[in-house]
């Protein structure tokens, strides 16, 4: 079983650069590729960046291409999700997942998740 809380969402204004946090316990979170999945009211969990067990490779999507960037500290168990030049459509809940697999879908079977963290942006 792997653990994983979000933490760092809340308010901000456009523009913004907070760096959420996906902190994991259980067993050794290094085996497992890190994916952020937010979701918008209303709207389906999407797909906006995996990070590899090493942190050497990381793909995102289109939509925040360029404006975020996820890294991991395997000593300290965390993935970070650092977001830059925040929009408006960015407000959602933030879950990261822990798979085996590195892929730029959503859901993988023996996926974990966590129980996600707010994000709003304001205009």
């Known amino acids: 079983q792997v653990q994983l809380v979000e933490s760092g969402g809340g308010l901000v204004q456009a523009g913004g650069l907070p760096r959420l946090s996906c902190a994991a316990s259980g067993r050794t979170f290094a085996i497992y590729a890190v994916r952020w999945a937010p979701q918008a009211p209303g709207k389906e969990r999407e797909f906006v960046g995996v990070?590899?067990?090493?942190?050497?490779?990381?793909s995102y999507a289109d939509s925040v291409e360029g404006r975020f960037t996820i890294t991991r500290d395997n000593a300290k168990n965390t993935v970070y999700l650092q977001m830059n030049s925040l929009k408006p459509e960015d407000t959602a809940v933030y879950y990261c997942?822990?798979?085996?697999?590195?892929?730029?879908?959503?859901?993988?079977?023996?996926?974990?998740w966590g129980q996600g963290t707010q994000v709003t942006v304001s205009s």
């Open positions: 990070i590899s067990r090493s942190g050497i490779n990381t």
């Open positions: 997942a822990a798979s085996l697999a590195y892929a730029r879908g959503i859901y993988y079977s023996g996926d974990y």
